[in-house]
C-alpha cells in the first residue's frame, strides 16, 4: 500500500523559514515525479512546486518562486520543500503527492495528475 507523510508544520511568523518534509512508503519512488500543493480556507488547492523523476527539473508557482525549493532524498523516499521568507499569504495546508513518471525531466503541475496523496500538515504564517 503507497503512503505518503508529511510533516514540518507549523505556526510561524513572516519572515521565517520552515522545511516540510514528505516520507513515501509502499514501493519505489526513485522512479516518480512528485509535487507539494496547498489549500487554504475557502480556496482552491492550488500548485506549489514539482520535481521531476531526475531531480533536476523543477517547476515552482510564481507565487513562492526564489522563496521555495523542492528536492528529494531518493534513499530516504523523502521530499522536500524548503520554505524561505515565509508570507502570511502562505498560510495553508500543504500536501506533497506523487505518480509514476517514465519522462525523466518532465514536471506536472496539475493535481489531477497524481494518483497519490499525503494527509496534509498545516502552515500558518503570522503577520
Known amino acids: 500500500q503507497v503512503q505518503l507523510v508529511e510533516s514540518g508544520g507549523g505556526l510561524v511568523q513572516a519572515g521565517d523559514s520552515l522545511r516540510l518534509s514528505c516520507v513515501a512508503s509502499g514501493r519505489a519512488f526513485s522512479r516518480d515525479a512528485m509535487g507539494w500543493f496547498r489549500q487554504a480556507p475557502g480556496k482552491e488547492r492550488e500548485f506549489v512546486a514539482a520535481l521531476a523523476r531526475s531531480g533536476s527539473t523543477k517547476s515552482y508557482a510564481d507565487s513562492v518562486e526564489d522563496r521555495f525549493t523542492i528536492s528529494r532524498d531518493n534513499a530516504k523516499n523523502t521530499l522536500y520543500l524548503q520554505m524561505n521568507s515565509l508570507k502570511p499569504e502562505d498560510t495553508a495546508i500543504y500536501y506533497c503527492?506523487?505518480?509514476?513518471?517514465?519522462?525523466?525531466?518532465?514536471?506536472?503541475?496539475?493535481?489531477?495528475?497524481?494518483?497519490?496523496w499525503g494527509q496534509g500538515t498545516q502552515v500558518t504564517v503570522s503577520a
Open positions: 503527492a506523487t505518480r509514476y513518471s517514465s519522462d525523466y525531466e518532465r514536471t506536472y503541475l496539475e493535481d489531477y495528475k497524481y494518483d497519490y
